[in-house]
């Protein structure tokens, strides 16, 4: 991970040869960490702001690089977001070109770990420690949520509910087994193995178009429910995001199935 200032010079390796961080920023660029528990702290002082993540849910399409896949998530993790687009879509929001890190001293857990040319740390990082997640964050911050003073302390304490009844209308993982079913899931995987995620096989003529109208419903009751949040319950809407992850409509269009109308 990258701090970059003026008085910065590239370290091929150390007097003794071996290998450091060049701080050359590519694995910003490549995209922002995954949150740790420890990290709930960096969020209570206000490093990190709730604007500036998005959660991954249970069931979206994520990198496994320790098998050398792309597979469904197994639980869900939260991430700094990226600005999205075809070049460096999940560019950390932190890094700044020719100044590296914005937040290097309170950098996350992942990012104090990550070496590219020793990923022993961040592997023992990841197999002993937890991840961070929705409800673990929202605990963290009941008392007051950095870049949002304005919202009430009773729309506060409502956000775990908020998120259990989403997770309850809408699951990620149904939604993508059934594009899955469809033909719909990534095709490009930048030399991972897909790991498909729908256990049973290809759906046909009628069970095809019941499946078409299961989605759009999907992403219609996805869509309703984030507006109702923010016109009853005064939720920012800049905090969708992480509490409900990308919206079902932009995973789905993310694995080709997109809309025929505006609907
Ligand atoms: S870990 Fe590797 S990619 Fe990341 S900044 Fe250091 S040298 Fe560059
Ligand atoms: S937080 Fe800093 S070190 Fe970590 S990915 Fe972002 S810019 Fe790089």
């Known amino acids: 991970m990258s701090m970059q200032n003026s008085s910065f010079s590239p370290m ?24 740790m528990l420890s ?6 002082s206000g490093t990190l702001t709730l604007e500036a993540l998005v959660c991954l849910r249970a069931g979206e399409w994520a990198r496994d690089d320790a098998r050398k896949a792309l597979r469904p998530l197994e639980g869900e993790r939260i991430k700094i977001a990226g600005p ?3 070049v460096h879509p ?19 857990a992942q ?6 040319m020793d990923t022993g740390p961040l592997e023992m990082l990841l197999a ?5 997640g929705r409800y673990a964050a929202l605990n963290a911050l009941a008392n007051g949520i950095p870049g949002f003073s304005t919202l009430s302390a009773a729309s506060r304490a409502l956000l775990p509910d908020l998120v259990s009844a989403h997770e309850e209308q809408v699951s990620v993982r149904a939604v993508l ?9 990534p095709q490009q995987a930048q030399g991972l193995t897909v790991e498909r995620c729908a256990e049973q096989g290809p759906l046909e003529g009628s069970e095809r178009e019941a499946a078409v109208a299961e989605l759009g419903e999907a992403a219609r009751l996805d869509a309703a429910f984030r507006d109702l949040c923010v016109e009853r319950a005064g939720v920012p809407r800049a905090m969708l995001p992480f509490l ?20």
């Open 128 to 132: 002993k420690a937890s991840h961070l």
């Open 90 to 108: 999940w560019r950390c929001r932190y890094y700044r070109e020719s100044a590296g890190c914005g937040i290097y001293e309170q950098r996350p």
């Open 39 to 44: 990290d709930a702290a960096l969020l209570v």
């Open 12 to 35: 091929p390796a150390d007097s003794g040869g071996a290998p450091v961080c060049r701080r050359c920023g590519t694995c910003c660029l490549l995209g922002g960490p995954t949150l």
């Open 84 to 86: 999205g687009g075809r």
């Open 177 to 185: 087994e059934l594009a899955d079913r469809l033909g719909f899931f």
């Open 244 to 263: 409900f992850g990308r919206s079902v409509k932009d995973l789905l269009a993310e694995v080709g199935l997109k809309p025929v109308s505006g609907g």
């Open 111 to 116: 990012c104090t770990a990550l070496f590219c």
